[in-house]
Protein backbone atom coordinates (compact mmCIF):
# COMPACT_ATOMS: atom_id res chain seq x y z
CA UNK A 1 0.00 0.00 0.00
CA UNK A 2 1.25 3.28 -1.12
CA UNK A 3 0.44 5.95 0.85
CA UNK A 4 1.31 9.45 0.16
CA UNK A 5 0.83 12.77 2.33
CA UNK A 6 1.21 15.75 -0.11
CA UNK A 7 2.57 18.49 2.22
CA UNK A 8 2.55 22.70 1.65
CA UNK A 9 1.16 26.06 2.13
CA UNK A 10 -1.51 27.25 0.13
CA UNK A 11 -0.93 27.09 -3.69
CA UNK A 12 2.25 25.25 -3.03
CA UNK A 13 0.74 22.96 -5.98
CA UNK A 14 -0.88 19.88 -4.26
CA UNK A 15 -4.27 20.12 -5.87
CA UNK A 16 -1.73 19.98 -9.09
CA UNK A 17 0.31 17.02 -8.66
CA UNK A 18 -1.85 14.50 -6.86
CA UNK A 19 -3.59 14.77 -10.83
CA UNK A 20 -0.19 13.60 -11.94
CA UNK A 21 0.29 11.39 -9.01
CA UNK A 22 -3.16 9.38 -9.29
CA UNK A 23 -2.31 8.67 -12.91
CA UNK A 24 1.22 7.48 -12.66
CA UNK A 25 0.66 5.11 -9.57
CA UNK A 26 -3.37 4.58 -9.87
CA UNK A 27 -3.83 5.76 -6.22
CA UNK A 28 -7.28 6.97 -4.75
CA UNK A 29 -7.51 10.53 -3.89
CA UNK A 30 -8.31 12.36 -0.80
CA UNK A 31 -8.57 16.40 -1.03
CA UNK A 32 -10.03 17.41 1.98
CA UNK A 33 -10.51 21.23 0.43
CA UNK A 34 -12.67 19.44 -2.62
CA UNK A 35 -14.59 17.66 -0.08
CA UNK A 36 -15.30 20.41 1.93
CA UNK A 37 -15.90 22.72 -1.37
CA UNK A 38 -18.40 20.25 -2.51
CA UNK A 39 -20.13 19.82 0.37
CA UNK A 40 -20.15 24.11 0.87
CA UNK A 41 -21.65 24.01 -2.93
CA UNK A 42 -24.84 21.61 -1.87
CA UNK A 43 -25.69 23.64 0.93
CA UNK A 44 -25.12 20.66 3.38
CA UNK A 45 -24.73 21.54 7.63
CA UNK A 46 -20.94 20.53 6.91
CA UNK A 47 -20.95 23.53 4.14
CA UNK A 48 -22.54 25.85 5.91
CA UNK A 49 -20.29 25.22 8.80
CA UNK A 50 -16.80 24.95 6.72
CA UNK A 51 -17.90 28.28 5.04
CA UNK A 52 -17.67 30.27 7.47
CA UNK A 53 -13.79 29.25 8.23
CA UNK A 54 -12.49 28.85 4.96
CA UNK A 55 -13.90 32.25 3.52
CA UNK A 56 -11.83 33.60 6.58
CA UNK A 57 -8.25 31.58 5.87
CA UNK A 58 -8.85 29.80 9.18
CA UNK A 59 -9.07 25.51 9.52
CA UNK A 60 -11.85 23.74 10.00
CA UNK A 61 -11.86 22.46 13.85
CA UNK A 62 -10.10 19.19 14.06
CA UNK A 63 -13.03 17.42 15.45
CA UNK A 64 -15.32 17.76 11.75
CA UNK A 65 -12.13 17.13 9.54
CA UNK A 66 -10.83 14.35 11.24
CA UNK A 67 -14.21 12.49 11.35
CA UNK A 68 -15.19 13.63 7.73
CA UNK A 69 -11.48 11.87 6.42
CA UNK A 70 -12.40 8.51 8.63
CA UNK A 71 -15.84 8.41 6.75
CA UNK A 72 -14.20 9.20 3.19
CA UNK A 73 -11.49 7.03 4.13
CA UNK A 74 -13.84 3.87 4.01
CA UNK A 75 -15.01 4.43 0.72
CA UNK A 76 -11.46 4.17 -0.50
CA UNK A 77 -10.93 0.24 0.37
CA UNK A 78 -9.48 -1.74 -1.95
CA UNK A 79 -7.45 0.92 -3.67
CA UNK A 80 -3.61 0.36 -4.48
CA UNK A 81 -3.32 3.23 -1.80
CA UNK A 82 -4.06 6.94 -0.96
CA UNK A 83 -2.64 10.86 -1.89
CA UNK A 84 -4.00 12.56 1.01
CA UNK A 85 -4.36 16.07 -0.38
CA UNK A 86 -4.05 19.08 2.02
CA UNK A 87 -5.16 16.39 5.13
CA UNK A 88 -2.90 16.63 7.99
CA UNK A 89 -2.85 19.98 8.52
CA UNK A 90 -2.12 19.84 12.31
CA UNK A 91 -0.29 17.97 14.58
CA UNK A 92 -3.90 16.50 16.25
CA UNK A 93 -4.84 15.63 12.45
CA UNK A 94 -1.13 13.83 11.90
CA UNK A 95 -2.09 11.61 15.03
CA UNK A 96 -5.21 10.88 13.97
CA UNK A 97 -3.89 10.20 10.53
CA UNK A 98 -1.28 7.46 12.06
CA UNK A 99 -3.99 5.89 14.03
CA UNK A 100 -6.66 5.52 11.23
CA UNK A 101 -4.02 3.78 8.90
CA UNK A 102 -2.48 1.48 11.48
CA UNK A 103 -6.02 0.00 12.63
CA UNK A 104 -6.09 -1.17 9.30
CA UNK A 105 -2.62 -2.07 9.13
CA UNK A 106 -1.00 0.46 7.59
CA UNK A 107 0.78 3.69 7.57
CA UNK A 108 2.05 6.52 5.64
CA UNK A 109 4.51 5.45 3.16
CA UNK A 110 6.19 9.47 2.75
CA UNK A 111 5.51 13.01 2.80
CA UNK A 112 5.95 15.13 0.21
CA UNK A 113 6.52 18.79 1.13
CA UNK A 114 6.44 21.38 -1.86
CA UNK A 115 8.62 24.09 -0.80
CA UNK A 116 7.70 27.43 -2.22
CA UNK A 117 8.40 30.95 -1.30
CA UNK A 118 5.71 33.22 -0.18
CA UNK A 119 6.10 36.19 -3.01
CA UNK A 120 5.32 33.19 -5.46
CA UNK A 121 2.38 31.81 -3.71
CA UNK A 122 0.64 34.83 -3.03
CA UNK A 123 1.24 35.29 -7.73
CA UNK A 124 -0.30 32.19 -7.98
CA UNK A 125 -3.61 31.95 -5.25
CA UNK A 126 -3.99 35.77 -6.96
CA UNK A 127 -4.05 34.53 -10.48
CA UNK A 128 -6.21 31.50 -9.56
CA UNK A 129 -8.91 33.91 -7.94
CA UNK A 130 -9.14 35.75 -11.38
CA UNK A 131 -10.87 32.33 -12.61
CA UNK A 132 -11.63 30.33 -9.91
CA UNK A 133 -14.37 32.56 -8.05
CA UNK A 134 -13.32 30.75 -4.75
CA UNK A 135 -13.67 33.04 -1.51
CA UNK A 136 -11.11 32.51 -0.44
CA UNK A 137 -8.54 33.53 -3.73
CA UNK A 138 -8.23 37.30 -2.20
CA UNK A 139 -5.15 38.58 -0.43
CA UNK A 140 -6.29 39.33 3.00
CA UNK A 141 -7.69 35.42 2.97
CA UNK A 142 -4.37 34.38 1.05
CA UNK A 143 -2.11 36.33 4.14
CA UNK A 144 -4.34 34.34 6.79
CA UNK A 145 -4.28 31.54 5.05
CA UNK A 146 -0.57 31.62 4.75
CA UNK A 147 0.12 32.59 9.07
CA UNK A 148 -2.37 29.67 9.68
CA UNK A 149 0.05 27.12 7.73
CA UNK A 150 3.38 28.72 9.23
CA UNK A 151 1.57 28.30 13.13
CA UNK A 152 -0.71 25.59 12.95
CA UNK A 153 0.15 23.11 9.77
CA UNK A 154 4.08 23.37 8.90
CA UNK A 155 4.87 22.23 12.25
CA UNK A 156 4.14 18.81 11.30
CA UNK A 157 6.95 18.81 9.37
CA UNK A 158 8.95 18.29 12.71
CA UNK A 159 6.57 15.30 13.25
CA UNK A 160 7.14 13.85 10.18
CA UNK A 161 11.17 14.30 10.15
CA UNK A 162 11.48 12.76 13.67
CA UNK A 163 9.43 9.37 11.93
CA UNK A 164 12.29 9.45 8.55
CA UNK A 165 8.79 10.45 6.57
CA UNK A 166 9.53 13.61 5.21
CA UNK A 167 10.74 14.42 1.70
CA UNK A 168 11.14 18.21 0.60
CA UNK A 169 11.10 19.17 -2.42
CA UNK A 170 11.53 22.22 -4.72
CA UNK A 171 8.53 23.51 -6.09
CA UNK A 172 9.53 25.86 -8.04
CA UNK A 173 9.62 25.18 -11.82
CA UNK A 174 7.34 23.43 -14.61
CA UNK A 175 4.89 20.83 -13.20
CA UNK A 176 6.78 18.23 -14.74
CA UNK A 177 9.84 19.02 -13.59
CA UNK A 178 8.45 19.23 -10.08
CA UNK A 179 6.40 15.71 -10.71
CA UNK A 180 10.18 14.04 -11.67
CA UNK A 181 11.27 15.38 -8.41
CA UNK A 182 8.40 13.61 -6.44
CA UNK A 183 8.07 10.66 -8.91
CA UNK A 184 12.29 10.07 -7.94
CA UNK A 185 11.16 9.95 -4.13
CA UNK A 186 8.04 7.32 -4.67
CA UNK A 187 10.38 5.36 -6.85
CA UNK A 188 13.06 4.86 -4.39
CA UNK A 189 10.65 3.92 -1.64
CA UNK A 190 11.78 0.54 -0.29
P1 LIG B 1 -7.30 23.42 0.02
O1 LIG B 1 -8.32 23.16 -0.98
O2 LIG B 1 -6.46 22.28 0.47
O3 LIG B 1 -6.49 24.65 -0.49
P2 LIG B 1 -4.96 25.12 -0.40
O4 LIG B 1 -4.11 24.61 0.68
O5 LIG B 1 -5.13 26.56 -0.41
O6 LIG B 1 -4.22 24.50 -1.60
P3 LIG B 1 -4.75 24.26 -3.05
O7 LIG B 1 -4.91 22.79 -3.26
O8 LIG B 1 -5.93 25.11 -3.31
O9 LIG B 1 -3.66 24.87 -3.91
P4 LIG B 1 -2.49 24.15 -4.64
O10 LIG B 1 -1.46 23.94 -3.62
O11 LIG B 1 -2.94 22.99 -5.44
O12 LIG B 1 -7.98 24.03 1.35
C1 LIG B 1 -8.89 25.13 1.30
C2 LIG B 1 -9.40 25.45 2.70
O13 LIG B 1 -10.18 24.33 3.21
C3 LIG B 1 -8.32 25.66 3.79
O14 LIG B 1 -7.82 26.99 3.79
C4 LIG B 1 -9.10 25.31 5.07
O15 LIG B 1 -9.92 26.38 5.47
C5 LIG B 1 -10.00 24.15 4.62
N1 LIG B 1 -9.34 22.84 4.85
C6 LIG B 1 -8.90 21.97 3.87
N2 LIG B 1 -8.32 20.88 4.44
C7 LIG B 1 -8.38 21.08 5.80
C8 LIG B 1 -7.89 20.34 6.91
N3 LIG B 1 -7.22 19.19 6.75
N4 LIG B 1 -8.10 20.86 8.15
C9 LIG B 1 -8.77 22.01 8.34
N5 LIG B 1 -9.23 22.77 7.32
C10 LIG B 1 -9.04 22.33 6.06
O16 LIG B 1 -2.05 25.36 -5.64
C11 LIG B 1 -2.68 25.53 -6.80
C12 LIG B 1 -2.40 26.82 -7.61
O17 LIG B 1 -1.02 26.97 -7.99
C13 LIG B 1 -3.16 26.57 -8.90
O18 LIG B 1 -3.71 27.76 -9.37
C14 LIG B 1 -2.09 26.02 -9.87
O19 LIG B 1 -2.42 26.25 -11.22
C15 LIG B 1 -0.86 26.79 -9.43
N6 LIG B 1 0.37 26.01 -9.66
C16 LIG B 1 0.58 24.72 -9.31
N7 LIG B 1 1.83 24.32 -9.67
C17 LIG B 1 2.42 25.41 -10.26
C18 LIG B 1 3.72 25.63 -10.83
N8 LIG B 1 4.66 24.68 -10.86
N9 LIG B 1 3.99 26.85 -11.32
C19 LIG B 1 3.05 27.83 -11.30
N10 LIG B 1 1.79 27.67 -10.77
C20 LIG B 1 1.49 26.48 -10.25
Redesign the pocket.
Known amino acids: MLNVVIF??????????SENLIKKYNLAHI????V??SEMKNGTKLGKL?ED??SK??????DV?IGM?ADVLETKKGSNGVIF??????LA?GEALDQMLSEKGQSVSTVIS?EVDEPELID??L??GQQ?GRS?DNLETIKS?LD?YNNQTSPLKEYYKTSGKLASIK?????DE?FGRISEVIDNLK
Not at 57 to 62: A, C, M, R, T, W
Open positions: GAPGSGKGTQSTGDLRAYIGQLVPDILDGFPRTQLRLKRSDRVGVGTVI
